[in-house]
Protein backbone atom coordinates (compact mmCIF):
# COMPACT_ATOMS: atom_id res chain seq x y z
CA UNK A 1 0.00 0.00 0.00
CA UNK A 2 2.92 2.39 0.47
CA UNK A 3 4.36 1.66 -2.18
CA UNK A 4 1.48 1.80 -4.38
CA UNK A 5 0.84 5.45 -2.38
CA UNK A 6 4.75 6.54 -3.74
CA UNK A 7 4.72 6.09 -7.42
CA UNK A 8 2.64 8.38 -9.32
CA UNK A 9 0.38 7.75 -11.46
CA UNK A 10 2.49 8.39 -14.58
CA UNK A 11 4.84 5.85 -13.01
CA UNK A 12 1.81 3.37 -12.45
CA UNK A 13 0.25 3.67 -16.15
CA UNK A 14 4.01 3.10 -17.56
CA UNK A 15 4.38 -0.20 -15.31
CA UNK A 16 0.83 -1.18 -16.30
CA UNK A 17 1.55 -0.77 -19.62
CA UNK A 18 4.89 -2.89 -19.28
CA UNK A 19 2.70 -5.84 -17.55
CA UNK A 20 0.24 -5.49 -20.74
CA UNK A 21 3.16 -5.85 -23.49
CA UNK A 22 5.56 -8.79 -21.36
CA UNK A 23 3.55 -11.42 -23.09
CA UNK A 24 4.65 -10.22 -26.09
CA UNK A 25 8.49 -9.53 -25.16
CA UNK A 26 8.70 -13.02 -23.91
CA UNK A 27 6.95 -14.21 -27.16
CA UNK A 28 9.08 -12.06 -29.36
CA UNK A 29 13.07 -13.69 -27.60
CA UNK A 30 11.31 -17.01 -27.86
CA UNK A 31 10.28 -17.36 -31.24
CA UNK A 32 11.28 -13.71 -33.11
CA UNK A 33 14.40 -12.81 -31.98
CA UNK A 34 16.62 -16.19 -33.37
CA UNK A 35 14.58 -15.63 -37.11
CA UNK A 36 15.42 -12.09 -36.77
CA UNK A 37 19.03 -12.29 -36.16
CA UNK A 38 19.64 -14.48 -38.37
CA UNK A 39 18.26 -12.60 -41.52
CA UNK A 40 20.38 -10.02 -40.59
CA UNK A 41 23.24 -12.95 -40.95
CA UNK A 42 21.98 -13.83 -44.21
CA UNK A 43 21.68 -10.35 -45.63
CA UNK A 44 25.45 -10.11 -45.36
CA UNK A 45 26.28 -13.52 -47.11
CA UNK A 46 25.72 -15.81 -50.57
CA UNK A 47 23.90 -18.29 -49.30
CA UNK A 48 25.03 -21.81 -51.44
CA UNK A 49 23.33 -25.40 -50.89
CA UNK A 50 25.83 -27.98 -50.12
CA UNK A 51 26.19 -31.41 -49.11
CA UNK A 52 26.10 -30.10 -45.83
CA UNK A 53 23.41 -27.69 -45.85
CA UNK A 54 23.42 -24.04 -46.82
CA UNK A 55 27.48 -22.70 -46.92
CA UNK A 56 27.34 -18.61 -46.39
CA UNK A 57 29.94 -16.50 -48.20
CA UNK A 58 30.31 -12.98 -47.10
CA UNK A 59 29.50 -11.05 -49.92
CA UNK A 60 29.45 -7.36 -48.06
CA UNK A 61 26.88 -4.64 -48.76
CA UNK A 62 26.56 -6.17 -52.32
CA UNK A 63 22.51 -7.27 -51.90
CA UNK A 64 21.81 -4.11 -50.13
CA UNK A 65 23.15 -1.89 -53.45
CA UNK A 66 21.76 -4.84 -56.05
CA UNK A 67 18.33 -3.36 -54.12
CA UNK A 68 18.62 0.01 -55.62
CA UNK A 69 20.82 -0.47 -58.38
CA UNK A 70 20.21 -3.88 -60.45
CA UNK A 71 16.62 -4.69 -59.36
CA UNK A 72 14.17 -3.01 -61.68
CA UNK A 73 11.36 -3.98 -59.58
CA UNK A 74 11.75 -2.95 -55.88
CA UNK A 75 11.98 1.10 -56.16
CA UNK A 76 8.85 0.93 -58.09
CA UNK A 77 7.15 -1.44 -56.06
CA UNK A 78 8.19 0.87 -52.53
CA UNK A 79 6.64 3.58 -54.26
CA UNK A 80 3.38 2.08 -55.41
CA UNK A 81 3.55 0.76 -51.56
CA UNK A 82 4.02 4.34 -50.43
CA UNK A 83 1.62 5.61 -52.47
CA UNK A 84 -1.22 2.97 -51.47
CA UNK A 85 -0.32 3.39 -47.55
CA UNK A 86 -0.72 6.86 -48.08
CA UNK A 87 -4.54 7.23 -49.84
CA UNK A 88 -6.25 3.87 -48.00
CA UNK A 89 -4.47 4.65 -44.65
CA UNK A 90 -6.60 8.16 -44.10
CA UNK A 91 -9.99 6.72 -45.61
CA UNK A 92 -9.80 3.67 -42.76
CA UNK A 93 -9.37 6.46 -40.34
CA UNK A 94 -12.30 8.83 -41.66
CA UNK A 95 -14.53 5.57 -41.99
CA UNK A 96 -13.31 4.05 -38.77
CA UNK A 97 -14.12 6.94 -36.55
CA UNK A 98 -17.19 7.61 -38.59
CA UNK A 99 -18.80 4.06 -37.69
CA UNK A 100 -17.32 4.16 -33.87
CA UNK A 101 -19.21 7.95 -33.62
CA UNK A 102 -21.85 6.04 -35.03
CA UNK A 103 -21.59 2.48 -33.19
CA UNK A 104 -21.31 4.14 -29.93
CA UNK A 105 -25.08 5.83 -29.80
CA UNK A 106 -27.69 3.67 -27.61
CA UNK A 107 -29.53 2.28 -30.37
CA UNK A 108 -31.20 -1.22 -31.45
CA UNK A 109 -28.70 -3.38 -33.13
CA UNK A 110 -25.65 -1.71 -32.25
CA UNK A 111 -23.90 -4.84 -30.53
CA UNK A 112 -24.97 -6.90 -34.23
CA UNK A 113 -23.45 -3.85 -36.37
CA UNK A 114 -19.65 -3.82 -34.30
CA UNK A 115 -19.84 -7.64 -35.27
CA UNK A 116 -20.61 -6.68 -38.84
CA UNK A 117 -17.89 -4.70 -39.47
CA UNK A 118 -15.48 -6.87 -37.23
CA UNK A 119 -16.03 -10.10 -39.09
CA UNK A 120 -13.86 -9.09 -42.32
CA UNK A 121 -11.04 -8.80 -40.15
CA UNK A 122 -11.45 -12.64 -39.09
CA UNK A 123 -12.93 -13.98 -42.76
CA UNK A 124 -11.02 -11.85 -45.52
CA UNK A 125 -6.90 -12.32 -44.04
CA UNK A 126 -4.37 -14.14 -45.09
CA UNK A 127 -5.20 -17.07 -47.92
CA UNK A 128 -8.58 -16.24 -48.24
CA UNK A 129 -8.14 -12.55 -48.70
CA UNK A 130 -5.50 -13.58 -51.12
CA UNK A 131 -8.09 -15.78 -53.63
CA UNK A 132 -10.93 -12.79 -53.32
CA UNK A 133 -8.40 -10.12 -54.17
CA UNK A 134 -7.67 -12.88 -57.98
CA UNK A 135 -11.42 -12.81 -58.22
CA UNK A 136 -12.17 -9.46 -58.22
CA UNK A 137 -14.53 -9.36 -54.74
CA UNK A 138 -12.20 -6.15 -53.84
CA UNK A 139 -13.66 -4.31 -56.86
CA UNK A 140 -17.04 -2.47 -57.45
CA UNK A 141 -18.87 -3.70 -60.20
CA UNK A 142 -20.32 -0.44 -61.50
CA UNK A 143 -17.05 1.30 -62.31
CA UNK A 144 -16.38 -1.67 -65.07
CA UNK A 145 -20.62 -2.51 -65.99
CA UNK A 146 -21.33 1.23 -67.02
CA UNK A 147 -18.40 2.14 -68.08
CA UNK A 148 -18.71 4.94 -65.54
CA UNK A 149 -15.20 6.43 -66.27
CA UNK A 150 -16.08 7.28 -69.91
CA UNK A 151 -19.43 9.09 -69.13
CA UNK A 152 -18.36 10.63 -66.21
CA UNK A 153 -14.82 12.27 -68.35
CA UNK A 154 -17.31 14.36 -70.48
CA UNK A 155 -18.20 16.55 -67.08
CA UNK A 156 -15.11 15.84 -64.97
CA UNK A 157 -11.59 16.42 -66.12
CA UNK A 158 -9.30 13.02 -66.10
CA UNK A 159 -6.34 14.13 -64.06
CA UNK A 160 -9.42 14.60 -61.56
CA UNK A 161 -11.61 12.03 -61.99
CA UNK A 162 -8.94 8.92 -62.44
CA UNK A 163 -7.64 9.37 -58.64
CA UNK A 164 -11.20 10.24 -57.57
CA UNK A 165 -12.58 6.59 -58.82
CA UNK A 166 -9.48 4.93 -57.64
CA UNK A 167 -10.48 6.32 -54.22
CA UNK A 168 -13.85 5.03 -54.72
CA UNK A 169 -12.81 1.66 -55.95
CA UNK A 170 -10.87 0.78 -52.52
CA UNK A 171 -13.69 1.53 -50.31
CA UNK A 172 -14.63 -2.24 -50.47
CA UNK A 173 -10.96 -3.35 -48.65
CA UNK A 174 -11.33 0.25 -46.71
CA UNK A 175 -13.95 -1.40 -45.43
CA UNK A 176 -12.50 -4.47 -45.06
CA UNK A 177 -9.57 -3.18 -43.32
CA UNK A 178 -11.35 -0.75 -40.41
CA UNK A 179 -12.68 -3.34 -38.14
CA UNK A 180 -9.91 -3.14 -35.55
CA UNK A 181 -10.19 0.37 -35.91
CA UNK A 182 -13.46 0.74 -35.27
CA UNK A 183 -13.01 -1.30 -31.78
CA UNK A 184 -10.10 1.04 -30.78
CA UNK A 185 -12.04 4.35 -31.20
CA UNK A 186 -15.35 2.81 -29.09
CA UNK A 187 -13.00 1.73 -26.36
CA UNK A 188 -11.54 5.63 -26.34
CA UNK A 189 -15.41 7.28 -27.05
CA UNK A 190 -16.54 4.68 -24.40
CA UNK A 191 -14.13 6.02 -21.80
CA UNK A 192 -15.33 9.80 -22.18
CA UNK A 193 -17.39 10.90 -19.28
CA UNK A 194 -20.62 11.97 -19.90
CA UNK A 195 -20.21 14.72 -17.78
CA UNK A 196 -18.30 16.49 -20.42
CA UNK A 197 -21.17 16.19 -22.96
CA UNK A 198 -23.64 17.22 -20.43
CA UNK A 199 -21.57 20.47 -19.35
CA UNK A 200 -21.16 21.53 -22.82
CA UNK A 201 -24.72 21.47 -23.81
CA UNK A 202 -25.38 23.57 -21.00
CA UNK A 203 -22.72 25.84 -22.35
CA UNK A 204 -24.99 26.33 -25.68
CA UNK A 205 -22.04 24.10 -27.63
CA UNK A 206 -22.75 22.68 -30.93
CA UNK A 207 -22.19 18.85 -32.18
CA UNK A 208 -19.62 20.13 -33.94
CA UNK A 209 -17.76 21.96 -31.77
CA UNK A 210 -18.31 19.25 -28.74
CA UNK A 211 -16.77 17.01 -31.40
CA UNK A 212 -13.30 19.43 -32.09
CA UNK A 213 -13.42 20.01 -28.37
CA UNK A 214 -14.14 17.00 -26.15
CA UNK A 215 -14.28 13.82 -28.50
CA UNK A 216 -11.34 14.42 -30.80
CA UNK A 217 -8.38 15.68 -28.32
CA UNK A 218 -9.85 13.07 -25.70
CA UNK A 219 -9.46 9.71 -28.24
CA UNK A 220 -6.16 11.14 -29.53
CA UNK A 221 -3.93 8.18 -27.91
CA UNK A 222 -6.58 6.02 -30.36
CA UNK A 223 -5.82 8.30 -33.56
CA UNK A 224 -2.35 7.50 -32.86
CA UNK A 225 -2.87 3.77 -32.26
CA UNK A 226 -4.71 3.14 -35.34
CA UNK A 227 -2.46 5.38 -37.74
CA UNK A 228 0.48 3.04 -36.68
CA UNK A 229 -1.83 -0.05 -36.74
CA UNK A 230 -3.25 0.97 -40.85
CA UNK A 231 0.57 1.70 -41.74
CA UNK A 232 1.68 -1.60 -40.47
CA UNK A 233 -0.85 -3.39 -41.71
CA UNK A 234 -0.93 -1.33 -45.04
CA UNK A 235 2.39 -2.55 -45.51
CA UNK A 236 2.49 -6.17 -44.69
CA UNK A 237 -1.01 -7.22 -45.72
CA UNK A 238 -1.77 -9.84 -48.64
CA UNK A 239 -1.98 -7.43 -51.67
CA UNK A 240 0.84 -5.32 -50.91
CA UNK A 241 3.50 -5.27 -53.53
CA UNK A 242 6.98 -5.22 -52.02
CA UNK A 243 6.14 -8.29 -49.57
CA UNK A 244 5.26 -10.47 -52.68
CA UNK A 245 7.80 -9.20 -54.39
CA UNK A 246 10.29 -10.43 -51.29
CA UNK A 247 8.32 -13.71 -51.21
CA UNK A 248 8.94 -14.63 -54.83
CA UNK A 249 12.56 -13.94 -54.19
CA UNK A 250 12.73 -16.06 -51.16
CA UNK A 251 10.74 -18.99 -51.82
CA UNK A 252 10.66 -19.03 -55.99
CA UNK A 253 14.77 -17.91 -56.21
CA UNK A 254 15.63 -19.68 -53.35
CA UNK A 255 17.75 -16.69 -53.01
CA UNK A 256 17.91 -16.31 -49.21
CA UNK A 257 20.71 -13.64 -48.73
CA UNK A 258 19.27 -11.03 -51.31
CA UNK A 259 15.46 -11.45 -50.04
CA UNK A 260 16.88 -11.05 -46.30
CA UNK A 261 18.55 -7.54 -47.67
CA UNK A 262 15.41 -6.34 -49.03
CA UNK A 263 13.72 -7.28 -45.78
CA UNK A 264 15.80 -5.18 -43.79
CA UNK A 265 15.63 -2.31 -46.22
CA UNK A 266 12.04 -3.03 -45.72
CA UNK A 267 11.94 -2.48 -42.28
CA UNK A 268 14.33 0.53 -42.24
CA UNK A 269 11.54 2.10 -44.54
CA UNK A 270 8.72 1.40 -42.35
CA UNK A 271 10.85 2.22 -39.39
CA UNK A 272 11.38 5.86 -40.80
CA UNK A 273 7.72 5.78 -41.92
CA UNK A 274 6.79 5.31 -38.45
CA UNK A 275 9.14 7.98 -36.97
CA UNK A 276 7.91 10.24 -38.57
CA UNK A 277 4.36 9.52 -37.56
CA UNK A 278 5.72 9.69 -34.25
CA UNK A 279 6.99 12.92 -34.23
CA UNK A 280 3.67 14.49 -36.21
CA UNK A 281 1.70 13.20 -33.33
CA UNK A 282 4.09 14.23 -30.38
CA UNK A 283 2.77 17.61 -29.45
CA UNK A 284 -0.70 16.54 -29.94
CA UNK A 285 -0.09 13.91 -27.54
CA UNK A 286 1.87 16.05 -24.92
CA UNK A 287 -1.34 18.23 -25.33
CA UNK A 288 -3.94 15.42 -24.51
CA UNK A 289 -2.02 14.40 -21.39
CA UNK A 290 -1.36 17.99 -20.25
CA UNK A 291 1.86 18.02 -20.60
CA UNK A 292 2.39 20.84 -23.08
Known amino acids: MNLKMKLSMRVRHMLEGYIFILPWIVGFLLFMA????RSFYYAFHRLEPSEHGLVATFVGFTYF??????DVDFLPLLQKTMTAMVTQVPLILVFAMF?????????????FFRGVFFLPVIIASGAILRE???????????????????????????QILEPVLEYADSLT??????????????????????????????DGATKWEVFWKITFPMIMPMILVNTLFSIVNSF?????HVMNHLMNIVFRNNDYGYG?????????????????????FRKSMATAEGRA
Not at 34 to 37: D, Q, T
Not at 99 to 111: E, I
Not at 141 to 147: C, G, N, T, V
Open 34 to 37: IPLG
Open 65 to 70: RQAFTT
Open 99 to 111: SALLLNKASRGKV
Open 132 to 158: LLDQGAAKLPIFYQYDLFRKLAFFIPE
Open 173 to 202: LVMWDSGVQILIFLAGLQTISPILYEAAKC
Open 236 to 240: TKTDN
Open 260 to 280: SAIGWLYFLFIFIVLGIIFFI
